[in-house]
């Protein structure tokens, strides 16, 4: 079996095995490796932004807090 068949097929049941799908439905939907750093990776190219979410990013961007906390004035000490 050649090394890039091989790799496919491990990586289909890895997924396979992490998702709970069966293994035919995991090869349909054809899951690869990608290089994020790769932006040239996709062999179908389309005007639409990555199809990815930096979850820490968000995370950053929501950083609120539960509770507003009113300004405190500080107090000169003389």
Known sequence: MPVRNRFQS????AVADATGED??????RGFSLVDPHNVNFDPEPDLLPPQFIDW???DRS???PVVRQPLRV???VA
Not at 10 to 13: F, I, Q, R, V
Not at 23 to 28: A, D, S
């Open 56 to 58: 820490d990013e968000l």
């Open 74 to 76: 500080a107090r000169r």
């Open 23 to 28: 293994l035919r439905t995991i090869r349909r």
């Open 10 to 13: 491990d990586l289909d049941t």
């Open 62 to 64: 929501r950083n609120e």
